[in-house]
C-alpha cells in the first residue's frame, strides 16, 4: 500500500514538472516582445518621457539582436524593413526633444512589418 | 632551388604590414563607403535628394556585406548601425535639415574609416574569447555600482554597457537555469542603462537596479551540487535497514530447518535492489536539466523541499521506535505463516518488500539530488555503496559481526539531518533561481555550498528553524533518558 503510494506520488510529480517545460520559438516570442514594446513606447511618447522613450528603443534593439540572424536568413526583405525604422527610431530615441510626428510614424512601420513577420 | 624561392615568398610576406592583405570585410565596406562619401558631398552642395539616394545604395551593399563586418567584430558592427540609424533619422525629419544630415553622414564616414584601415581598438567587442562567466557579469555590477557610489556616472555606464555586451555569451547559461532571472536581467539592464544616460543622470534608482541585478545573479554563479558521499550515505543507511531485516528473515529459515532454501530469499532481494535501480535510473533520467531545459531551477526546488519533507517525515515518525516495531512484527508474522504453509516463495516476497521499502525511499532521496548530480557519479556512488554494503553483508552473514546498533544509528541521523538541511536549502534557492520565491540577501552570513546553505532571509529563516527543532528534540530527548536512568536508579 505504502510502496503504491509512494510510486503514484513520483509519477504525479513528474507530470506536474513535465507539464512545467516547453519550449518557445524565438521567432514569435522575439516579435511579440518587440510589439509589446512598441505599444509601450507609443503611450510614453504622449507623455513625452524621454528616459521611458530611451528605454523603449533599447529593449527593442534587446529583442530585435535575439532573432534578426534568423529573420535575415529566411525572409531577407523583412529584414531591411525592420532595420529601416528600427534604426531611425534607436537615433530619433537619444534626441533630446522627441521628433513626435517622426517617431510616431516609424513605430507604425515597424509594428506593420513585425505583423507581417512568419 | 625550390627551396630558395618559398623562403623569398614567406620573407616578403613577413615584411608586409598586415593591412596590406585587407580582408573582405574591409573591402567590401570600402566600397560601399564610397556612397556615403558621395552622399557626403551632394548634402553639402544641397543636393539632399540625390545624396539620399546615394545613401540608400550604401545601404544595400550593407545589408549584403553586414555578416561578414559582424563577424569580424561584433562592436563594429553596432557601432555602424548605430550612426546609419543617424543618418536615416537626420533624412527622414521633415523638414530634412542640413546641417543633421551632414554632420551624422560624416561620423558615418569616420567609423567606416575606422573599420577599414583595421584599427578595432576602437571597438569594444563583447568578451571575444566568448569565456565570460556569471561570476565575470557580477564583478561588472560591483564595478559599477563602486562607480555610483562615487557619482562617477560616465564609469558606470561603461560598466553596464560592457555587461549588455557580455550579456549575449552568457544568456543562453542564464535562460537555462530561470527564466524568471533572465527576463529580470533583459529589463533592468537596458533600464539601468537608460537611467544613467538620461539628462540629469537618475543615479538613485541606477544604483538600486543595479543592486537588485546582483542580488538575483549572484545566486546563479554558486550553484551546489551532490557529492558521492551523500549518495552512499542515504544508500548505506537504507541499505543497512534493509540487511537487518534479511539476516532477520535468514535466520528465520536457518531456525526452522529450511537453510537450504534461502535461494528463494535471494530472489526476492536481488529483484528488489533491480527494481530500486531502475527506478533510480528512470528517474535520473526524467529529472535531468536536459529534459526539462528552462525549468531546472524549479525542479531542484520541488524535488529538494519534497526530499526535505520525506527525510523529515522519515525519521521522525517512520523510523520512530513503534513504527519499526510494527514493521519488525508483520516480517515475524509473515515468515512464520510462510514456514507454516510450506509457501516458501513468499520468503522471497517478504524479502523483495524489505529491500523495495528501503530502495524507494532511496529512490526518493536520489530525486532531490537527480538535477545537481552527473548520472555517472550518482551510479558511481550506488554501485560504491552497494559494494560498501556487499562486504557487510558477508561481514554480518558469514563472520557473525554484530552491528554496534546505537552509533551506527547515531551516525546515520547526523548525516540524515545534514542531508535533510541541504535538501531544504537547495530546494529553497532553487524556487529563487525560479522566481517562485523572493531572494532577499544579506552580507551578515557567508554561503556555504557544502550545506546549501545562502546568504538570503528566505533560507537563513527556514533552515536556522530546523536546526532549532533539531537541537531541540536532541536535548529533550537527552533530558528524557536522564530521567528514565534516574527513575531507574531509584527503582533500584
Not at chain 2, 258 to 276: C, I, Q, T
Not at chain 2, 467 to 482: E, G, S, T
Request: overall charge neutral.
Amino acid at each position: 500500500m505504502k510502496v503504491s503510494k509512494t510510486l503514484l506520488s513520483i509519477i504525479i510529480l513528474v507530470f506536474i514538472l513535465a507539464a512545467c517545460s516547453s519550449n518557445s520559438n524565438a521567432t514569435v516570442d522575439g516579435v511579440k516582445s518587440m510589439q509589446d514594446t512598441l505599444v509601450e513606447m507609443n503611450k510614453n511618447m504622449d507623455t513625452n518621457d524621454t528616459v521611458k522613450v530611451k528605454e523603449d528603443a533599447e529593449k527593442l534593439e534587446e529583442s530585435w539582436k535575439k532573432f534578426e540572424d534568423g529573420i535575415k536568413e529566411n525572409q531577407p526583405d523583412m529584414y531591411e524593413k525592420v532595420e529601416g525604422p528600427l534604426g531611425i527610431i534607436q537615433a530619433g530615441a537619444k534626441q533630446d526633444t522627441l521628433d513626435q510626428a517622426l517617431l510616431k510614424d516609424q513605430i507604425t512601420k515597424l509594428n506593420d512589418t513585425l505583423k507581417q513577420i512568419k | 632551388m625550390r627551396y630558395t624561392i618559398t623562403t623569398l615568398i614567406m620573407f616578403f610576406i613577413l615584411l608586409f604590414p598586415a593591412g596590406v592583405f585587407a580582408d573582405q570585410a574591409s573591402v567590401d565596406l570600402q566600397k560601399a563607403n564610397d556612397h556615403v562619401i558621395n552622399a557626403f558631398q551632394l548634402a553639402e552642395q544641397n543636393n539632399l535628394i540625390q545624396s539620399k539616394e546615394e545613401y540608400e545604395k550604401y545601404n544595400t551593399l550593407w545589408y549584403k556585406n553586414e555578416s561578414g563586418i559582424k563577424d569580424k567584430s561584433k562592436g563594429a558592427y553596432r557601432s555602424i548601425e548605430e550612426r546609419m540609424g543617424e543618418v536615416q533619422f537626420a533624412f527622414a525629419q521633415s523638414p530634412a535639415k542640413k546641417v543633421n544630415i551632414i554632420t551624422s553622414l560624416k561620423a558615418l564616414i569616420e567609423i567606416n574609416q575606422t573599420f577599414i584601415s583595421g584599427d578595432m581598438s576602437a571597438f569594444k567587442d563583447p568578451s571575444p574569447t566568448g569565456s565570460t562567466t556569471i561570476d565575470d557579469l557580477v564583478k561588472l555590477l560591483d564595478e559599477a555600482k563602486a562607480a555610483l557610489d562615487q557619482n562617477n556616472v560616465q564609469a558606470a555606464k561603461q560598466q553596464i554597457q560592457s555587461f549588455r555586451n557580455s550579456w549575449l555569451d552568457i544568456e543562453g547559461l542564464v535562460l537555462t537555469q530561470s527564466s524568471k532571472v533572465y527576463a529580470d536581467a533583459e529589463r533592468d539592464m537596458v533600464s539601468s542603462y537608460a537611467l544613467l544616460t538620461s539628462n540629469p543622470p537618475n543615479v538613485a534608482d541606477a544604483k538600486q537596479t543595479v543592486k537588485n541585478m546582483r542580488d538575483y545573479l549572484i545566486p546563479l554563479a554558486s550553484k551546489t551540487s551532490y557529492t558521492i558521499v551523500d549518495v552512499i550515505t542515504i544508500l548505506l543507511r537504507e541499505g543497512l535497514e534493509a540487511l537487518l531485516v534479511i539476516v532477520a528473515l535468514l535466520g528465520f529459515l536457518n531456525k526452522s530447518g529450511h537453510g537450504e532454501k534461502k535461494n528463494w530469499l535471494w530472489y526476492g532481494l536481488g529483484a528488489g535492489v533491480l527494481v530500486s535501480i531502475i527506478l533510480g535510473i528512470a528517474v535520473q533520467l526524467l529529472f535531468s536539466s536536459g529534459t526539462f531545459g528552462n525549468n531546472n531551477f524549479l525542479i531542484i526546488g520541488c524535488t529538494g523541499l519534497f526530499a526535505a519533507v520525506m527525510l523529515i517525515y522519515m525519521s521522525y515518525w517512520l523510523h520512530s521506535k513503534s513504527s519499526v516495531v510494527n514493521w519488525k512484527q508483520y516480517i515475524n508474522n509473515q515468515s512464520t505463516k510462510a514456514l507454516a504453509s510450506g509457501k516458501l516463495w513468499s520468503i522471497s516476497i517478504l524479502a523483495f518488500l524489505a529491500v523495495f521499502r528501503e530502495g524507494t525511499e532511496t529512490v526518493l532521496f536520489f530525486i532531490g539530488m537527480a538535477s545537481s548530480i552527473s548520472l555517472t557519479t550518482l551510479l558511481l556512488g550506488i554501485v560504491l555503496g552497494i559494494l560498501i554494503l556487499a562486504i557487510l553483508a558477508f561481514l554480518i552473514l558469514k563472520i557473525g559481526l554484530k552491528i554496534p546498533m546505537r552509533p551506527f544509528f547515531l551516525v546515520s541521523s547526523v548525516l540524515v539531518f545534514y542531508l535533510c538541511f541541504k535538501f531544504l536549502g537547495t530546494g529553497i534557492h532553487g524556487l529563487q533561481l525560479a522566481g517562485v520565491l523572493r531572494a532577499t540577501h544579506t552580507d551578515l552570513l557567508p554561503s556555504i555550498d557544502f550545506f546549501g546553505f545562502y546568504s538570503t532571509w528566505e533560507n537563513i529563516i527556514p533552515q536556522s528553524i530546523l536546526l532549532l527543532v533539531a537541537i531541540a528534540v536532541v536535548i529533550r530527548n537527552r533530558i528524557r533518558d536522564q530521567k528514565l536512568q534516574v527513575q531507574m536508579n531509584i527503582q533500584q
